[in-house]
């Protein structure tokens, strides 16, 4: 204790590694609904991954002349690495997801000054780019168990990504588009969103939901976790989900034809990875109260413009960089009245 | 036709913006020089003459004009003479010698035992903060000191000392914790 | 029963989600730290414990520091007054014991600064001298001016923490007053000292209460108590009994205390920021200050031992304590039984504001409420800030924590006075929720002292500008009145001379000529009349005659008093080389021009600024030879 160390001279003991460690914990049950519904490939995609941020951030510190204990022991990388491996599919090639932390981590976070600098969702950003360099790969997801009728073996999918070897079928039966894509493209062609959704690619197997939406539900799970423990703010889910189910429902009441349920935009795509594990990302989101709230709603709102009216099947990135990019703006205007003062 | 309209959709942008530029131009006037005493809000006002103009006024009015150099001010440092630099909008200068860093705030105090009471130093302070008369000792009113040390190589007999502010209760201050994450090991 | 029903809801919440406590207060945020209070609860209160020496800064309340009235040596009876008020914001000492003062000297404070500052120091001895009713009282202060006085003589200040002196918070009317809020939330962890007085001097605390209000014509009288104090709520609803005062359960949350927090809670309203809480008609006074309150009143005793909690993980026995002011922190702790052995620094006040004392013989002074001894433990290094927000919903007075951090850690001043940064009661809540251990309230405590600073700065310079710019002027205009003054006389001269051209010219100009001219004119007369010549080296005498227009120059010879020159020129020339031995060879000149002078004893006025003159080398040589030897002295003594 130095000298003139102020007060307070107590703590509640809660720690960033603490905050981390929290959200990898509540990643568990949507990480063991993937092993069950898509197989093994999104394990093996976790370990490059933070195989590559070890990497990664061991390089990047030395290079910083920073000291690598404490700042890799903070686990902000292993958080910025477990939301991109949920975001490609589980099955795609080995070098998509080591490029992607590596830019994620190093462009998202190092590059600024290390965490706590970063105006961007280091994992949003590392999509992004993966989005756009390697548009095909991203887009060829992994059919679920139950459509595909087909599961690879764990030693399959490790052979698959890593060296590229083919299991013992055409490529076409285990991965296939995501379904807001194949959404995106039956609009396009003219079919009406009831068609689709009734058409038996989105027929639920089990308690009338699909693999997505059991997806979707165990990142409930996880965020409620979550907001229990105080690891994230209500405001981004609340906001975020509020401002997507208020405008699929405005859109669907005006055109149930053209526009997807409620049900749909919350349980299909990235919605409840974005809605607890991204946007909570506290870095590079807005810190005001009312903020948080306005940061959130206006991802949503995005997330349902791109989706529906956009060239990418899910804007759930682009809306969350977008929207980085306007928190200091919000920040400003969003201060909440100090005590005794009247605003 | 069309290029008519884009003429006359042009010109009338001209008038209108050349109004608007010509009413703000009368609407906003600001008179006087308001540059000399920008900068002077600038200066340390210590008086000290460091500069080689009679006061801090005098040096703010010269660099209004632009007949100074923007790092003449020993007491303010290189902060002032960066300020200064913006307000005038020129290129910094390095400055001279040692006086990169604005100096501490020093006070003068004068040994009583061994002043003569010469009333050199009373007739050198430029903000009158020495009082005393011929032949009778005097004394720095700390509280008006500015700390510009002009008195002090004019007493013929040494006996003022720039000495710093002594730490008490009512000016002492938290020290700046070090910065987090800036740590090395 | 709604508002029961409610909190009972929001408790079964609690159960499973602990932060749902926040809801059951008024104010935004707030933490619930681990409070320890039991602690120092389980040993009985002590009482009479006299030290070796006690120590009684000057400086123990908000404002200037007390001005001794007492002699090293001097005797001393206990309640006596050792040290008056300072004229404005101040308060007295009295001494806590009877006993000798060994000393009025610098020691250090309990102040986070570990500055040392006068304090006195008195030996008590066995006597129990005591001066009975030392403030002299006949009766009940009976108007407002009077009991002010007596707040003031008695040293009475808020013992709750800030040490503002109490007469200077009350108005000077009555009405003013609308709400007297007794504050009995002490929300630190660890301290008990007000919880265990309420629960001893119930009654004392009451009957002040009730004095004030009466005084002051208060329309409501509030007592309000944490919900963790429940034996100090059962003595306080005891006495509070068929009373105006009423008793308020506040839930336990830190920072209740805070005279803020505590308003709203009770009233519910806000302090504007700027104002003073009796602007809105709110006093709040601590429980331990009303109770000093009464003993000045009933009693006539002036200000002289307070409750203390000696508390701390590293105390075996742990206790509270009415100890007298000027007792040492070391003493005390020793008698809780430290484990392990106290070379760490104490705190004095709770862990939440309190400081570390920077040597821990400092003694207790009228706002010790608490002395914490927690053995070091190895904290966590401060981290990048995560923006989290916890701080911000930790925060009381609703500020943004983190963006204060960023602002005040770039010195960007101007920005975190945009953001209400003057409004922080450094309660250090925000500090105790970050994840990333940033002494943020340090953060704060320094730019708050940075923009002072700065803002006293500018005052400085101001002045300074404006006294410069008097002197310019006063320059100025003395240069002008001389010239008028010069251009007058002038005039008038040439007036004269033209009024009485045949008068002669030096008896019509003498009247009217400066001291100066007039000497000179004398000293000519006198040379012609004495046919004294003066030395034609004299440059003063050359000056004279030169200035003289209106007669030739005369050049005298030397001839009358031959032989007595002579001999006061060997005289001279003698003591010239005695001079010569110790002299530069600058000196030497004027020193012999002036033996010569005054040989040739000439009386007139060159010759005796001259010899003023080479008095005053004398003496300046002197005065160098002394700063030469003390830079010396100095420079060996640095060295």
């Known amino acids: 204790m130095s000298r003139f160390s102020s007060s307070p001279f107590a703590h509640n003991n809660s720690s960033v590694q603490k905050i981390m460690l929290q959200v990898q914990l509540a990643a568990f049950p949507a990480l063991l609904a993937h092993i069950m519904l898509f197989g093994y490939g999104i394990i093996i995609q976790w370990f490059l991954a933070v195989a590559t941020a070890l990497l990664v951030e061991f390089v990047m510190l030395k290079l910083r002349d920073r000291p690598v204990m404490p700042n890799i022991t903070d686990f902000s990388a292993l958080i910025t ?26 462009f998202g976070k190092h590059l600024y000054g290390g965490l706590g600098y970063n105006p961007f969702n280091p994992a949003m ?93 165990a990142f409930l799970i996880g965020g409620l976790w979550l907001l229990y423990t105080r690891t994230i703010r209500w405001q981004f889910p609340v906001g975020f989900l509020g401002a997507l189910a208020f405008m699929a429902w405005v859109f669907h009441m005006i055109n149930p034809a053209l526009y997807a349920p409620i049900s749909f935009h919350l349980l299909f795509g990235g919605t409840m990875l974005a809605a607890f ?67 | ?155 013929p007999v040494d006996c003022i000392d720039m000495v710093m502010e002594k730490p008490n209760l009512k000016n002492w201050k938290w020290p700046e914790p070090k910065a987090a994450a800036e740590r090395t090991e | 029963m709604n508002i029961r029903l409610h909190q009972k809801l929001i408790n079964l919440i609690a159960s499973i989600y602990p932060m749902a406590k926040r809801w059951l207060h008024q104010f935004h945020g707030g933490v619930f730290p681990k409070y320890n209070k039991s602690l120092s609860l389980r040993q009985p209160l002590r009482t009479s414990y006299v030290p070796k020496q006690l120590i009684l800064p000057l400086q123990q309340h908000m404002g200037e520091a007390a001005l001794p009235c007492v002699e090293v040596g001097e005797q001393v009876k206990k309640f006596q007054m050792i040290a008056q008020p300072a004229k404005g914001l101040s308060a007295p000492v009295h001494a806590p014991a009877s006993g000798k003062i060994i000393a009025i000297e610098q020691r250090i404070l ?59 918070k009350l108005p000077d009317q009555p009405k003013k007053i609308k709400h007297l809020i007794i504050n009995g939330a002490e929300c630190e962890p660890f301290i008990t000292c007000d919880d265990l007085l309420m629960q001893t001097h119930a009654p004392e605390i009451v009957r002040a209460a009730l004095f004030v209000a009466e ?70 006074m601590n429980v331990a200050t009303l109770r000093a309150i009464t003993q000045a009143i009933e009693l006539g005793q002036p200000l002289i031992s307070r409750f203390v909690t000696v508390s701390g993980m590293g105390l075996k026995k742990p206790y509270n304590i009415e100890a007298l002011l000027g007792t040492p922190f070391n003493e005390l702790v020793e008698l809780a039984q430290p484990e392990p052995k106290l070379n760490y620094p104490l705190l004095m006040g709770g862990p939440m504001m309190g400081f570390a004392v920077a040597h821990n013989d400092v003694p207790v002074i009228k706002t010790t409420n608490c002395i914490l001894a927690n053995p070091p433990e190895t904290s966590d290094e401060p981290m990048a800030c995560i923006r989290c927000g916890e701080c911000a919903e930790a925060c009381p007075v609703s500020l943004l924590p983190q963006q204060l951090y960023w602002h005040a850690r770039a010195h960007e001043y101007d920005k975190t006075e945009q953001l209400k940064l003057f409004d922080c009661i450094e309660c250090g809540c925000c500090s105790f929720v970050c994840p990333s251990h940033i002494p943020l309230v340090q953060y704060y405590r320094h730019a708050k002292a940075e923009i002072r600073e700065i803002k006293q700065q500018a005052k400085l310079t101001e002045i300074a500008k404006q006294r410069f710019d008097a002197r310019e002027a006063r320059l100025e205009r003395d240069k002008h009145e001389r010239e008028a003054k010069l251009a007058a006389k002038k005039a008038a001269v040439k007036q004269q001379a033209a009024d009485a051209p045949k008068v002669e010219k030096t008896a019509a100009d003498a009247p009217k000529l400066s001291a100066r001219e007039k000497a000179i ?119």
């Open chain 1, 81 to 106: 690495v477990t939301g991109l491996v949920f975001c490609i599919p589980p099955e795609s090639p080995w070098w998509v997801i080591v490029s992607g932390c590596a830019f994620a981590l190093v």
């Open chain 1, 277 to 343: 594990f991204i946007i909570t990302d506290p870095v590079s989101s807005s810190t005001t109260p009312m903020g948080r709230l306005i940061f959130a709603a206006s991802i949503g709102i995005l997330v349902y413009v791109i989706r529906n009216w956009g060239a990418f099947p899910d804007g759930i990135a682009f809306a969350i960089l977008l929207m980085n990019i306007a928190v200091p703006l919000i920040d400003r205007y969003t201060q909440p009245r100090v005590l005794g003062h009247i605003r």
């Open chain 3, 110 to 168: 309990p102040h986070a600064s570990g500055l040392a500052e006068p304090c006195i120091v008195i030996e008590p001895d066995a006597k129990q001298d005591a001066i009975e009713n030392a403030l002299g009282i006949t009766h009940k202060p009976k108007t407002i001016a009077e009991f002010k006085q007596l707040l003031l003589n008695a040293g009475i200040v808020g013992m709750g923490g800030a040490g503002f002196p109490t007469f200077a």
């Open chain 2, 1 to 155: 036709m069309s290029m008519f309209a884009g003429i006359l959709i042009f010109l009338g942008l001209a008038l209108a913006f050349g109004l608007l530029l010509g009413y703000a131009a009368v609407r906003f006037r600001i008179e006087g020089n308001p540059l000399a005493e920008i900068i002077d809000k600038k200066l340390p006002q210590t008086q000290c003459g460091q500069c080689g103009y009679p006061g801090c006024k005098p040096y703010a009015e010269a660099l209004a004009k632009g007949e100074a150099e923007v790092n003449l001010c020993i007491p303010g440092g290189e902060p002032t003479m960066i300020e200064i630099a913006e307000i005038l909008q020129v290129e910094p200068k390095p400055m001279q010698a040692e006086a990169t860093e604005p100096k501490p705030k020093m006070l003068a105090v004068i040994d009583e035992d061994i002043c003569i009471g010469c009333v050199l130093c009373i007739k050198a302070c430029p903000v009158d903060a020495i009082i005393g008369t011929t032949k009778m000792m005097h004394t720095v009113i700390e509280k008006e000191c500015t700390g510009c040390e002009l008195c002090v190589p004019v007493c």
């Open chain 1, 125 to 217: 950003l590392g999509y992004a780019f993966l989005l756009i360099s390697f548009p095909a790969e991203m887009t060829q997801w992994t059919l679920p168990k139950d459509l595909a009728g087909y599961t690879l073996s764990f030693w399959d999918s490790f052979n698959h990504i890593l060296f590229g070897v083919m299991p013992n079928m055409p490529i076409d039966s285990f991965t296939g588009a995501t379904p807001l894509s194949t959404l995106q493209t039956g609009l396009q062609q003219g079919l009406s969103s009831q068609d689709m959704l009734q058409a038996t690619y989105f027929e639920s197997s089990w308690l009338n939901l699909t693999a997505w939406g059991w997806i979707n539900i």
């Open chain 3, 215 to 284: 005084l002051f014509d208060v329309e409501q009288v509030i007592c309000g108590i944490e919900t963790n104090k429940p034996q100090a709520i059962e003595a306080m609803r005891q006495a509070c009994e068929d009373t105006r005062i009423r008793l308020e359960e506040v839930a336990t949350v830190y920072p209740m205390g805070g005279q803020k927090q505590l308003t709203q809670e009770l009233i519910g309203v806000e302090i504007p920021s700027q104002l003073h809480s009796i602007d809105i008609g709110v006093v709040m």
């Open chain 3, 521 to 639: 004119q004398a000293a000519k007369a006198r040379q012609k009349a004495s046919q004294t010549t003066a030395n034609e080296k004299d440059a003063t005498a050359k000056k004279a005659s030169r200035k003289d227009n209106s007669k030739p120059a005369e050049t005298a010879p030397a001839q009358s008093a031959n032989d007595k020159r002579q001999a006061a020129m060997q005289a001279a020339k003698a003591r010239a080389a005695a001079l010569k031995a110790q002299k530069t060879a600058s000196t030497e000149t004027p020193a012999n021009l002036t033996e010569q002078a005054q040989a040739s004893s000439v009386e007139d006025t060159p010759s005796n600024s001259a010899s003023a003159e080479d008095k005053r080398k004398a003496a300046m040589d002197a005065a160098k030879a002394k700063a030469a030897e003390r830079k010396k002295r100095q420079q060996e003594s640095s060295q």
